[in-house]
């Protein structure tokens, strides 16, 4: 496995492989590696030839008062998990490398970027877009894999992907859950043994609301009431937001029909948690 640090390096590498026949591979991450990339870096390995893993901790995604200083950034571990799961490059950049001046040019993608997260988080998806972009430029993929359990952010990434014609496949992967069902994510670290406990009420909301769109019920107040209801069994949770939305268009609904998304973000002491679930009425 190579480690590279530089955008030359890295386009060098691709474009050998890309020269050799391979199908490249693309996994965006902010380091803090858990089961959840894993998961994506092993269907890239799958369904490529040549796997690439960014690791960058972008900070144009996080908000003034957000964790871009104590993100975790283990790299050693990180390398030695890329490397058992078969990734052929790391790209490991530096701010200055990746930033080297002020950006003046982003990505903004309208619409989808303005509900859920993107209410309390007015600069996150501009972050994300512009960096994924960035990204996409410097590695040249043929495939690049996100998680559900960012929903809005593969929403938003495959938009940007269709709105700008980038020659780049998204592939989108499910949400892999602890035993508790709380959905894995880097920040769960952050959580005390107790809060993690209350954590796992989030998905119990989740399954509940499920369950309650296949028995018939289409009111999204009711079922918004319900998972509600669930989390306030929790007095360490805090909500943020409880949305049932259209999956592709994130618009609010106030009946069930078609494919819908119903995500939750909530805050536990000070850690922020995000999950959702995807039902699809009309199978
Ligand atoms: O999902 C993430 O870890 C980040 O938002 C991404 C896609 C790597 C962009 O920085």
Redesign the pocket.
Known sequence: MKISETIKSVRELVNAARNAGKRIGFV???GALHIGHISLIETAVKQCDFVVV?I?V?PT?FGIGEDFQKYPRPLETDLEICKKAGVDVVFAPSIKEMYPNENLTWVNVEKVTESLCGKSRPSHFRG?AT??AKLFNIVAPDFAY?GQK?AQ?AVVIRQMVYDLNLPVEIVVCPTVREKDGLAVSSRNQYLSRQHKKDAALIYKSLQKCRQMILAGETDVSVIIDCISKVLNQSLAIEIEYISVVDAQTLQNLTKISGKILAAIAVKIGSTRLIDNILVDTSE
Request: glycine letters at 0%; proline letters at 8%; charged letters at 10%.
């Open positions: 965006p991450t902010m960014s960058f972008n995604q994300v960096v994924c996100f960012d952010q």
